[in-house]
């Protein structure tokens, strides 16, 4: 029985989760996000770190992943709960109530972004579907990063934390365009492209339809019958057959299975039991989104870090001023303040996990040259690294910003998406402190709390 068993395999489960129990809590002492350590362990431990010079020096097979196959499931359940989570956090009353900042500020980001690097990339000589997909890849920002660093400062709730929140909702919408697009690329050898891309946008929109459809029907008895039976047990192995299933089924219809895990997650949102769910939840996110960023910073190749850096150093810069110069512009156009649209555009400039997903799919049903990839990759990973800095470097005046427990009738002028946020931020003294106040309130307050409270 012992011959059998494949130590392989256990001693690199045993690698990542030591980083989850060891490296991240060293990495969280040192005051950085804990994301970028699971990217930065990912990529040294990984098979194109330290695990490629394992064979020459056996000791650290023990303390290195030396085939990501060998995590390749894990890291796959991480991908479905991730993007399950995502479903779970939206809801069409709150999207209803957020719609001109998501649609139109995220939506106008997202298609904007894409059209300038995809153009980019057909001007360096790149096919037309490869540059697609490069440019809506790389359009993605970090939902983790970002919603961490503004999280710790206790500042989603202001004009910054909801600009950003906006965008990057869109950006997870778009996910599952851009998913299905690549796996129609990667299913078609030829045909054309602006067809590809309607046919998915309509497979998307079809099985939003049928979510709302079958989970009306479906989930909800489901539930009050597992409800019913009282046992906390029974209701956690609901909730993982539900996110195991979709994801099963979705595989099987030649979509990922991330999709189906998100196409899940819209499902039980439109359900009462959506806080339960959360609940149970839980215990798995953590660990399992960290999985997910370990696994994804083992596609950093750290040989591309020192191969070339001035490609390295151009291709970062030329990424960030892509994404940040016309989010700012956009966020002008959305009657943001100067400060909160600077700062929102350099939190978002970065790149975002997603593009790992979505290139690294792309790459391996060979639309994108693997060189290629590995370049575009380990830009977006020295990207991500360096959010933190741009929140250090963003205009001071956005950070004070505050919202106060009385809000006072007044003029509407910030731009937010209701009438809720389009506030005018009237500065007063008290002492030498610069107190900023909210100036207007209005009933779309009270329908987004409602929405919150009863999704």
Not at 42 to 53: C, T, W
Not at 333 to 343: D, H, Q, Y
Request: aromatic share 6%.
């Amino acid at each position: 029985m012992a011959s059998t068993t494949n130590m392989a395999g256990y001693s690199d489960a045993l690698v990542v989760l030591g980083t989850a129990g060891v490296v991240v809590p060293m990495v969280r002492r040192w005051g950085l996000n804990p994301v970028l350590g699971y990217l930065g362990a990912g990529a040294v431990l990984g098979p194109l770190g330290l695990g490629s010079i394992s064979s020459a020096v056996p000791v650290l097979s023990w303390v290195t992943v030396t085939d990501a196959q060998n995590v390749a499931g894990i890291a796959e359940l991480g991908i479905v709960f991730l993007l399950f989570l995502i479903g779970l956090e939206l809801s069409f009353p709150r999207l209803w109530t957020m719609r001109r900042m998501v649609i139109g500020l995220g939506g106008s980001q997202v298609l904007l972004t894409s059209i300038l690097i995809a153009g980019a990339a057909v001007l360096a000589g790149k096919s037309p579907s490869e540059a697609i997909v490069l440019g809506a890849s790389l359009s993605l920002s970090s939902t983790a990063i970002v919603l961490e660093l503004l999280s710790s400062q206790e500042r989603l709730t202001t004009s910054v934390g909801r600009a950003s929140f906006s965008v990057l909702l869109a950006q997870d919408l778009a996910v599952i365009p851009i998913l299905l697009f690549i796996s129609i690329l990667a299913a078609q050898s030829g045909g054309s492209v602006l067809a590809s891309l309607a046919s998915a946008l309509l497979q998307a929109a079809a099985a939003i339809v049928v979510i709302v459809a079958f989970g009306r029907v479906l989930l909800r008895p489901l539930f009050r019958l597992v409800a019913t039976a009282g046992s906390s047990e029974i209701f956690i192995a609901a909730v993982l057959f539900v996110i195991v299933a979709a994801g099963v089924i979705s595989a099987q219809a030649g979509m990922s299975m991330a999709l189906g895990a998100f196409l899940a997650g819209l499902l039980l949102a439109e359900t009462e039991y959506r806080k339960a769910i959360e609940a149970t939840v839980a215990p798995f996110k953590g660990l399992l989104l960290g999985i997910f960023f370990f696994t994804v910073g083992m596609n950093v190749d750290v040989r591309e870090l020192v191969r070339e850096p001035l490609w390295l150093f151009g291709g970062v810069v030329s990424l960030i001023a892509l994404k940040s110069l016309p989010l700012i512009g956009l966020g002008k156009l959305f009657r943001l303040s100067w400060p909160v649209a600077t700062e929102t555009g350099l939190l978002l400039g970065p790149g975002g996990e997603f593009a790992f997903v979505g290139i690294g799919t792309a790459a391996a049903a060979g639309l994108v040259e693997a060189r290629l990839a590995s370049f575009t990759l380990a830009v977006t990973s020295v990207t991500m690294a360096l959010t933190p800095l741009f929140r250090c470097a963003a205009p001071r005046d956005a950070a004070k910003v505050r919202p106060s427990r009385r809000p006072r009738t007044g003029r509407a002028a910030d731009g937010w998406g209701t009438p809720c946020d389009r506030r005018r931020l009237r500065p007063r003294r008290q002492g030498r402190v610069r107190v900023v106040a909210r100036t207007r309130h209005s009933l779309y307050c009270r329908r987004l709390r409602r929405a919150d409270r009863h999704p």
